[in-house]
């Protein structure tokens, strides 16, 4: 059983189009999380949501609009997309990230191109 | 505030060598600190932590590190190279009641037949 799924695995589309990236875990966790990783394999947290409540919100584009449904679930959905919101989006859970020593699990990642 | 720097965004051995991979952070409050592997077109997955106990910690596929408070290091090695360490390496760090882990800009580890 996959502990973080993310869908799509590819997305390919065009600038100005609209589109999501849906996340989740299976491991009971209260945090996830979405990093984007760029061309340069830099690691850069976007958002974290503990307990389906909003915790981290790093100066993002307010194009990004990620949304929890329930703890299990983290989508990301991203309005007009731009040629430099071209990366790697990963989605991450940890059980309890107040914690600040609990491992964070990854999932495969969503490889995103915009034409 | 809190910052990791890897020393090296590459860095290559040869198959049966001693691998070191060099982190240093930076942080106000005790840190929490990880290694991470991401292999190609993989996420990232934990090899080792340090969470303020013994300061050598010992991880998976051989690795470990050592936590040194004088030298704001915590350093990964491991005695001898294998073809599949190639990958990816990530150092991070955190801290009690912070929700965000800072990664570094990662190393690329090659390792040569």
């Known amino acids: 059983d996959t502990a973080v799924s993310q869908t799509p695995k590819y997305l390919v589309t065009q600038m100005g189009n609209d589109k999501s990236i849906k996340c989740e875990q299976n491991?009971?966790?209260?945090?996830m999380y979405w990093y984007k990783q760029d061309s340069k394999k830099f690691l850069k947290i976007m958002f974290s949501?503990?307990?389906?409540?909003?915790?981290i919100n790093e100066t993002v584009p307010n194009r990004f609009s990620p949304k929890s449904p329930d703890k299990a679930h983290l989508n990301l959905h991203i309005n007009s997309l731009e040629l430099g919101d071209s990366a790697v989006y990963f989605c991450?859970?940890?059980?309890?990230?107040?914690?600040?020593?609990?491992?964070?699990?990854f999932g495969p990642g969503t490889r995103l191109t915009v034409l | 505030a809190q910052s990791v720097t890897q020393l090296g965004s590459h860095v290559s051995v040869s198959e049966g060598a001693l691998v070191l991979l060099r982190c240093n952070y930076s942080?106000?409050?005790?840190?929490?600190l990880f290694w991470y592997v991401q292999y190609p077109n993989q996420g990232l997955q934990l090899l080792l932590k340090?969470?303020?106990?013994?300061?050598l910690v010992k991880g998976i596929n051989g690795f470990e590190a050592e936590f040194k408070k004088s030298e704001t290091s915590f350093h990964l090695t491991k005695p001898s190279a294998h073809m599949s360490d190639a990958a990816e390496y990530f150092c991070?760090?955190?801290?009690?009641?912070?929700?965000?882990?800072?990664f570094g800009a990662g190393t690329r580890l090659f390792v040569k037949a």
């Open positions: 991450a859970s940890s059980l309890r990230q107040r914690e600040g020593k609990d491992t964070q699990y």
């Open positions: 491991l009971g966790h209260d945090t």
């Open positions: 942080s106000s409050v005790p840190p929490y």
């Open positions: 949501y503990n307990n389906k409540e909003l915790i």
């Open positions: 991070a760090v955190s801290h009690t009641g912070g929700f965000k882990t800072i």
């Open positions: 340090y969470t303020s106990a013994a300061t």
